[in-house]
């Protein structure tokens, strides 16, 4: 598997957030968001190839129940499903942090999707690509099936998102409200705290969960946080 970054930290967003966890970050992404927060899993993919054995064996001596696997997007590794059931048979709970634009077969505890709305759109001649992509919702409907225990996490620029947010959850067509958390764009703790105020106030007028960016605000962000 390409593996840009292994590391311990405290999961900085989400309904878990807090959490000690072992954080697996695979390189590799089919997405290009304009305000990636690890370009050097998606724009410059970078990383080295590593075995689930030797993964699984690190995420032991690291000492803790929770473990994340995040990228890039992980679900584009070939080893996946023999990953992620190697760290559920070994006791971990395992949260997969994905964009849901691909289903293949996989384990986890927790589902944590997070789907692109329009505000992710890059320029350039990625552009028609990244929004064919993340308006494929076929595999994210049948993540969400499988996965009853997940978590939606919405990235807002601006309260006009919303009208994308309700159209997502309107197309994905779910016979119940998915869990949906809103989270404010940025990649320093300043522009969090900027966008803050909108988002929660979104959030007590829809009846969404807010999620911070714990890891922004404890360690200013940057790559092993
Ligand atoms: S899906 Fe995630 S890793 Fe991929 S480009 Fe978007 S933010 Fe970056």
Avoid at 12 to 39: H, K, M, Q, V, Y
């Amino acid at each position: 598997m390409l593996i840009s970054e292994t590391f311990v930290s405290l999961q900085g967003e989400g309904i878990i957030a807090g959490t000690p966890s072992f954080f697996i970050r695979t390189s590799g992404c089919n997405l290009r968001c304009r305000w990636c927060d690890t370009p050097y899993t998606s724009w410059a993919p970078e990383g080295r190839r590593r075995g689930v054995e030797a993964l699984v064996e690190e995420a032991r001596e690291a000492g803790l129940r929770h473990v994340v696997l995040t990228g890039g997007e992980p679900l584009l590794q070939r080893e996946v499903g023999r990953l992620t059931r190697a760290l559920r048979s070994a006791g971990f709970h395992l949260t997969v942090e994905t964009a849901g634009t691909i289903a293949p077969d996989f384990v986890c505890d927790l589902l944590s999707v997070s789907p692109k709305t329009a505000n992710s759109d890059p320029e350039g001649p990625w552009r028609e690509r990244h929004r064919a992509t993340r308006s494929d919702l076929g595999p994210m409907r049948e993540l969400l099936r499988r996965f009853p225990e997940h978590q939606l996490k919405f990235v807002m620029r601006e309260a006009t998102d919303l009208a994308q947010v309700r159209e997502v959850l309107d197309l994905l067509d779910l016979p119940e409200l998915p869990r949906v958390l809103l989270m404010p764009e940025g990649r320093t703790s300043e522009e969090v705290a900027r966008r803050a105020p909108m988002v929660a106030a979104l959030c007590v007028e829809e009846g969404f969960r807010y999620t911070p960016r714990l890891h922004l605000d404890l360690f200013g962000g940057g790559r092993g946080v």
